[in-house]
């Protein structure tokens, strides 16, 4: 447990070793303003040991005394750690030779072999006053209990009175005094109205310091110095400055014995105010829509913690302003994301000092954002644009282009999302989907219908196909049957003459019978096929009706029966007519003639 | 209701008519393949079921169980959106299932947008019901067997002697071939549905809908996967679609599915 102490604290001595190779500081230091005639201290310092100490051109000042040395070292330890610190000074007693401002050139000392030098210095000498200042030859006041106006006042000084609208000017409360002053009871400093102040940090402790106004030797302390960034246009004024100062004088009382032994002293209340002061703030020229506000000169830099994520992984965009300029008054610049992110509002932060030359620092714009889904997406880059008061012109300034991948997410945490988003009214959680279909599904080809097919058309025009064959064949069969009765009826006369032809053989051999069953046959035969009758359907009421269906003429009716009749009377009578066959030949020729160009 | 079940078995006969080109020893693989899917996904193994399903797929078979067992299998192992898919699929082969109706109405409301379908007006509603009562094979049939009967009854009216039967085969017919034209086009109405493919799912998790076919088009809207869109245009890549809730706009085409 010991062992393990030593070794840290070897450790820490080791480290803060080089603690003790501290840099070496030469300087040199003097009043800034002096009077005629008035010695003065010039001093230098170096916290080490030197040699050859070579001073600067002095030839407007003379050398009253020095070089006095005094040496003094320092070894400390704070909590447990070590600090020595050693300083040599040199001092030389000075006095002007003439008014007006001089630089001293910087002195030089050899350090362990190395030339160092100091910095230079100027000293500003007045003429001075009448009376002499400060000390115990102090004359006291005419009045006591007031002191001129020349002697102790206070200033408030900004240094630029004319400036644009987010443009900062410094303003700077002095208290100059000839008089021994001995401290503040009551400051009451302008509120500053019209304008965002920032103080800039000053010692605690208010030390005066030796400068020259109007050619005089005052103590002047810094109270304040605020920076100021006009809110408003137009002409601004500035409350003066009131200060209830404490001043010590001497009191002059009736001469005593114990007078040149003891000075009385009283402390006076004084009020001293400053003027007001007016300034200008010149509105900003009509700028851009996206405008950030900001006025000063500033840069730019943007990062991203990740570009490649999966789905709902939190990304953050940082946005660093930095620069001078009136940082705490800057809008965040407008992000432009894609539709569906979710986007958080930006955190800003902040981070600058008030200095002479202005507010210094930087804001930081942090933006976190959710892709949803998954996919790639471009975030376009950032605009930021600020008034350079300098230029007296907008600029801008660019963030770069981040793209980003969006991987598909484990789904877990989609799920719980979507239903908070999604939709509330949905409650189907006792529900499931129907099971799958056990049984042999009907495999088919895919793409393959039937509708619409080949096939499909096929049928239809087998349908169509089939009717036209059986009306065809039907059309056939009739023109055919009318064929049959044609031919039978052109026919018919030429059958007709050849069964009379027959019958006039018959009529030739004297053979009766057989001629008049020529003729009826040869009648009926004809009517048979001219009127397309059956044959065993004739008879002569029939044929008669027939023949007047066909436009025959009566005669020719009449005599057709009469040859029938005579036939067959003839047939069942023989003997009787056997010498009328002729006669009938003749007839039955003449008729069948008549009734074949009736008919046709 | 007598009618039905003749025309389903009327179907079923040329289907099997159809189906004779398969050669027997395939079928049987493939309904093998299938049916080991179906116990795959009896035990749970979802994955390996839609692996399955999807080989008898690449095949080249096709049925609406086929669809529907696949849609299930994806809405288990999560995925409703290519769940919707193949349940679309299953519903534009057997238009009047059932089954296929409500698990594509389940998987609807597991999906991020709750598009609401514009109201129809009541015959429209109406008429899609009488369309998508009977399935493609049906009304085909139905179209062959009035347009049989029609030609029966004009040869009738052709051939027979009589006027009266004449006059009687001749209305009759005219009602026939009526009938004949309008399943017919029924049919070629539902056959066109199927074969071009102008409905789609979307598969993108977000998509940006633009209001012009270009990246630099104004973004209209977002839908997210899962949406079923119509498909009215096409310009290059781009197409356009249209939203069940009558909303329209230009997407990339390669973030969606056809149906």
């Given at each position: 447990?010991?062992?393990?102490?030593?070794?840290?604290?070897?450790?820490?001595?080791?480290?803060?070793?080089?603690?003790?190779?501290?840099?070496?500081?030469?300087?040199?230091?003097?009043?800034?303003?002096?009077?005629?005639?008035?010695?003065?201290?010039?001093?230098?310092?170096?916290?080490?040991?030197?040699?050859?100490?070579?001073?600067?051109?002095?030839?407007?000042?003379?050398?009253?005394?020095?070089?006095?040395?005094?040496?003094?070292?320092?070894?400390?330890?704070?909590?447990?750690?070590?600090?020595?610190?050693?300083?040599?000074?040199?001092?030389?007693?000075?006095?002007?030779?003439?008014?007006?401002?001089?630089?001293?050139?910087?002195?030089?000392?050899?350090?362990?072999?190395?030339?160092?030098?100091?910095?230079s210095l100027t000293i500003e000498v007045v003429k001075g006053s009448a009376k002499p200042t400060g000390g115990g030859t102090e004359q006291p006041t005419t009045t006591p209990g007031t002191v001129p106006k020349s002697d102790l006042f206070v200033k408030l000084v900004v240094d630029r009175k004319n400036l644009y609208k987010g443009d900062h000017a410094m303003a700077t409360i002095k208290?100059?005094?000839?008089?021994?002053?001995?401290?503040?009871?009551?400051?009451?400093?302008?509120?500053?109205?019209?304008?965002?102040?920032?103080?800039?940090?000053?010692?605690?402790?208010?030390?005066?310091?030796?400068?020259?106004?109007?050619?005089?030797?005052?103590?002047?302390?810094?109270?304040?110095?605020?920076?100021?960034?006009?809110?408003?246009?137009?002409?601004?004024?500035?409350?003066?400055?009131?200060?209830?100062?404490?001043?010590?004088?001497?009191?002059?009382?009736?001469?005593?014995?114990?007078?040149?032994?003891?000075?009385?002293?009283?402390?006076?209340?004084?009020?001293?105010?400053?003027?007001?002061?007016?300034?200008?703030?010149?509105?900003?020229?009509?700028?851009?829509?996206?405008?950030?506000?900001?006025?000063?000169?500033?840069?730019?830099?943007?990062?991203?913690?990740?570009?490649?994520?999966?789905?709902?992984?939190?990304?953050?965009?940082?946005?660093?302003?930095?620069?001078?300029?009136?940082?705490?008054?800057?809008?965040?610049?407008?992000?432009?994301?894609?539709?569906?992110?979710?986007?958080?509002?930006?955190?800003?932060?902040?981070?600058?000092?008030?200095?002479?030359?202005?507010?210094?620092?930087?804001?930081?714009?942090?933006?976190?954002?959710?892709?949803?889904?998954?996919?790639?997406?471009?975030?376009?880059?950032?605009?930021?644009?600020?008034?350079?008061?300098?230029?007296?012109?907008?600029?801008?300034?660019?963030?770069?282009?981040?793209?980003?991948?969006?991987?598909?997410?484990?789904?877990?945490?989609?799920?719980?999302?979507?239903?908070?988003?999604?939709?509330?009214?949905?409650?189907?959680?006792?529900?499931?989907?129907?099971?799958?279909?056990?049984?042999?599904?009907?495999?088919?080809?895919?793409?393959?219908?039937?509708?619409?097919?080949?096939?499909?058309?096929?049928?239809?025009?087998?349908?169509?196909?089939?009717?036209?064959?059986?009306?065809?064949?039907?059309?056939?069969?009739?023109?055919?049957?009318?064929?049959?009765?044609?031919?039978?009826?052109?026919?018919?006369?030429?059958?007709?003459?050849?069964?009379?032809?027959?019958?006039?053989?018959?009529?030739?051999?004297?053979?009766?019978?057989?001629?008049?069953?020529?003729?009826?046959?040869?009648?009926?035969?004809?009517?048979?096929?001219?009127?397309?009758?059956?044959?065993?359907?004739?008879?002569?009421?029939?044929?008669?009706?027939?023949?007047?269906?066909?436009?025959?003429?009566?005669?020719?009716?009449?005599?057709?029966?009469?040859?029938?009749?005579?036939?067959?009377?003839?047939?069942?009578?023989?003997?009787?007519?056997?010498?009328?066959?002729?006669?009938?030949?003749?007839?039955?020729?003449?008729?069948?003639?008549?009734?074949?160009?009736?008919?046709? | 209701?007598?009618?039905?079940?003749?025309?389903?078995?009327?179907?079923?006969?040329?289907?099997?008519?159809?189906?004779?080109?398969?050669?027997?020893?395939?079928?049987?693989?493939?309904?093998?393949?299938?049916?080991?899917?179906?116990?795959?996904?009896?035990?749970?193994?979802?994955?390996?079921?839609?692996?399955?399903?999807?080989?008898?797929?690449?095949?080249?078979?096709?049925?609406?169980?086929?669809?529907?067992?696949?849609?299930?299998?994806?809405?288990?192992?999560?995925?409703?959106?290519?769940?919707?898919?193949?349940?679309?699929?299953?519903?534009?082969?057997?238009?009047?299932?059932?089954?296929?109706?409500?698990?594509?109405?389940?998987?609807?409301?597991?999906?991020?947008?709750?598009?609401?379908?514009?109201?129809?007006?009541?015959?429209?509603?109406?008429?899609?019901?009488?369309?998508?009562?009977?399935?493609?094979?049906?009304?085909?049939?139905?179209?062959?067997?009035?347009?049989?009967?029609?030609?029966?009854?004009?040869?009738?009216?052709?051939?027979?002697?009589?006027?009266?039967?004449?006059?009687?085969?001749?209305?009759?017919?005219?009602?026939?071939?009526?009938?004949?034209?309008?399943?017919?086009?029924?049919?070629?109405?539902?056959?066109?549905?199927?074969?071009?493919?102008?409905?789609?799912?979307?598969?993108?998790?977000?998509?940006?809908?633009?209001?012009?076919?270009?990246?630099?088009?104004?973004?209209?809207?977002?839908?997210?996967?899962?949406?079923?869109?119509?498909?009215?245009?096409?310009?290059?890549?781009?197409?356009?679609?249209?939203?069940?809730?009558?909303?329209?706009?230009?997407?990339?085409?390669?973030?969606?599915?056809?149906?």
């Open positions: 447990m010991r062992l393990k102490h030593l070794y840290l604290l070897v450790c820490v001595l080791l480290l803060s070793l080089p603690g003790f190779s501290q840099q070496i500081s030469f300087t040199m230091e003097a009043p800034k303003v002096v009077e005629l005639g008035e010695q003065f201290r010039l001093a230098f310092t170096v916290n080490a040991k030197g040699q050859n100490l070579k001073l600067p051109e002095l030839s407007d000042f003379l050398i009253l005394m020095g070089p006095s040395t005094t040496q003094s070292s320092s070894f400390q330890i704070i909590n447990g750690t070590s600090s020595q610190s050693v300083s040599f000074s040199y001092l030389f007693i000075l006095k002007a030779k003439k008014d007006g401002k001089f630089t001293i050139n910087p002195a030089s000392i050899n350090v362990n072999g190395t030339t160092i030098t100091s910095n208290i100059y005094s000839k008089v021994n002053l001995n401290g503040f009871e009551d400051i009451s400093l302008p509120s500053f109205e019209g304008f965002w102040s920032q103080d800039v940090a000053l010692p605690q402790q208010i030390s005066l310091q030796r400068e020259s106004f109007n050619g005089e030797i005052y103590n002047v302390g810094t109270l304040k110095k605020t920076l100021l960034f006009p809110q408003q246009t137009g002409t601004i004024t500035i409350d003066k400055v009131k200060i209830d100062c404490i001043v010590q004088q001497r009191v002059k009382q009736a001469k005593s014995f114990f007078d040149d032994f003891f000075d009385n002293f009283a402390n006076v209340k004084v009020t001293v105010t400053s003027d007001p002061v007016i300034v200008t703030v010149n509105p900003l020229p009509a700028g851009p829509a996206d405008f950030s506000g900001a006025v000063g000169r500033f840069d730019l830099r943007s990062s991203i913690t990740s570009t490649n994520v999966k789905e709902n992984d939190a990304i953050t965009l940082r946005i660093d302003v930095s620069g001078n300029g009136n940082i705490k008054l800057i809008n965040a610049p407008k992000l432009k994301l894609p539709a569906d992110f979710e986007v958080y509002d930006p955190k800003t932060q902040s981070n600058y000092a008030a200095t002479a030359e202005g507010l210094n620092g930087n804001i930081s714009f942090e933006y976190l954002f959710l892709p949803r889904f998954a996919g790639d997406y471009t975030i376009p880059p950032v605009n930021f644009i600020y008034f350079d008061p300098v230029a007296g012109r907008y600029t801008t300034k660019s963030s770069q282009e981040f793209k980003i991948h969006v991987a598909k997410g484990d789904g877990t945490s989609t799920k719980g999302i979507m239903s908070s988003v999604a939709k509330e009214d949905v409650k189907f959680l006792g529900k499931d989907i129907r099971f799958i279909k056990q049984g042999n599904s009907e495999l088919k080809p895919k793409g393959e219908i039937f509708f619409g097919s080949f096939s499909f058309y096929l049928i239809y025009l087998a349908g169509v196909l089939g009717l036209l064959l059986l009306y065809l064949m039907y059309q056939k069969q009739i023109r055919e049957n009318a064929n049959v009765a044609r031919v039978k009826n052109k026919k018919a006369s030429k059958v007709a003459l050849r069964r009379l032809k027959e019958a006039n053989m018959h009529l030739k051999n004297g053979a009766t019978e057989k001629f008049y069953e020529a003729v009826t046959r040869a009648f009926w035969g004809y009517l048979s096929d001219k009127m397309t009758i059956p044959f065993a359907e004739l008879n002569k009421d029939k044929a008669s009706a027939e023949l007047a269906n066909h436009k025959a003429s009566e005669i020719v009716i009449n005599r057709f029966i009469q040859i029938l009749d005579t036939c067959e009377y003839a047939r069942f009578a023989p003997g009787e007519a056997n010498n009328r066959m002729l006669e009938i030949y003749d007839e039955a020729c003449d008729v069948m003639g008549q009734m074949d160009k009736e008919i046709n | 209701m007598k009618m039905k079940t003749l025309i389903r078995k009327y179907s079923l006969l040329l289907l099997i008519i159809l189906s004779c080109t398969i050669s027997r020893g395939q079928a049987n693989a493939i309904v093998d393949s299938v049916s080991a899917g179906n116990q795959l996904y009896n035990s749970g193994k979802y994955q390996d079921a839609i692996r399955k399903y999807q080989n008898v797929l690449s095949q080249g078979f096709e049925s609406a169980e086929l669809y529907f067992n696949l849609g299930n299998a994806f809405y288990k192992s999560g995925n409703a959106t290519y769940a919707i898919l193949n349940y679309e699929r299953a519903k534009k082969l057997a238009p009047n299932d059932e089954d296929i109706r409500y698990n594509l109405d389940l998987a609807h409301t597991q999906i991020i947008d709750n598009v609401v379908s514009l109201p129809e007006p009541g015959f429209l509603r109406w008429w899609k019901q009488l369309i998508n009562s009977q399935s493609i094979s049906s009304w085909g049939a139905m179209s062959i067997i009035t347009f049989f009967t029609f030609l029966s009854l004009f040869g009738l009216f052709l051939l027979s002697r009589s006027f009266r039967v004449k006059r009687l085969a001749f209305w009759v017919s005219i009602a026939a071939i009526s009938l004949s034209a309008i399943t017919f086009s029924i049919g070629s109405h539902l056959t066109s549905k199927l074969i071009n493919h102008n409905t789609a799912v979307i598969t993108d998790r977000s998509v940006r809908v633009k209001s012009s076919p270009s990246e630099t088009g104004t973004e209209l809207f977002i839908v997210h996967e899962g949406v079923t869109v119509q498909l009215t245009d096409k310009l290059g890549e781009w197409v356009n679609v249209s939203l069940p809730d009558g909303n329209k706009g230009w997407v990339k085409e390669s973030s969606m599915v056809r149906i």
